[in-house]
């Protein structure tokens, strides 16, 4: 069965500099979530999206901004890198605003 | 603030052991509680769910108990695998919060 699809799958960057997440979902789902999930901790929650709307915001930095394109997939943009941005980005994805929600493999950013 | 709170942070458990991991929640809101399964370097996934009607949900050796009136749930894993050792998240969801997590290890 089809997963999330989640590029890259590995990234470094350089402080301040800009990273791209991109976030594949399954196929008929319409609704995207972002997480964060720090060395030990548990995904925080960044932003999701249904139907190509923001449909609610968590913990996002006002450096990162998201969307989602009329072909469902999402990308997660972040600037001004900090070092404390080091961290897996997880995108999930739901049929539904209220499901369960799949989770993709991770994309492991890394700020030098 | 977590709005889930899970413990233990890791247990050990003995093969063939039972895992118990507690879960305890303040937003009456939640009316889905999943459990997830996390491999180092992997996304979490979906173990197994129950919702507020119901007090208990088995699939297999994995079961969730809920206390609605408690707003507690845990997850039991019977028969514990070397292959169960992982990291459990308990969460609650209007919008998805997790616990912190528990790191179970399972020893031959």
């Known amino acids: 069965a089809a997963g999330v699809i989640q590029s890259p799958r590995h990234l470094i960057k350089e402080k301040r500099e800009t990273a791209t997440l991109k976030c594949y979902p399954i196929p008929r789902h319409d609704t995207v979530y972002w997480y964060q999930q720090g060395p030990g901790q548990d995904p925080q929650f960044l932003i999701s999206?249904?139907?190509?709307?923001?449909?609610d915001k968590g913990s996002i930095p006002d450096r990162f901004s998201a969307q989602q394109f009329s072909d469902y997939h999402s990308e997660l943009n972040m600037s001004s890198l900090e070092l404390g941005d080091s961290a897996l980005y997880f995108c999930?994805?739901?049929?539904?605003?209220?499901?369960?929600?799949?989770f993709g493999p991770g994309t492991r950013l890394t700020v030098l | 603030q977590q709005q889930v709170k899970q413990s233990p942070q890791s247990l050990i458990v003995q093969k063939g052991g039972i895992s118990i991991i507690n879960c305890a929640y303040e937003?009456?809101?939640?009316?889905?509680f999943p459990w997830y399964q996390q491999f180092p370097g992997k996304g979490p996934a979906l173990l197994i769910a129950i919702r507020p009607d119901v007090s208990e949900k088995k699939e297999g050796r994995f079961t969730i108990s809920f206390n609605k009136s408690a707003k507690q749930f845990s997850l039991h894993i019977m028969d514990s695998q070397p292959g169960d050792s992982a990291t459990y998240f308990c969460a609650g969801q209007k919008k998805l919060s997790f616990g912190a997590g528990t790191t179970v290890t399972v020893r031959a």
């Open positions: 937003n009456t809101a939640f009316d889905y």
């Open positions: 999930a994805s739901s049929p539904d605003r209220v499901g369960e929600q799949f």
């Open positions: 999206f249904y139907e190509k709307m923001q449909s």
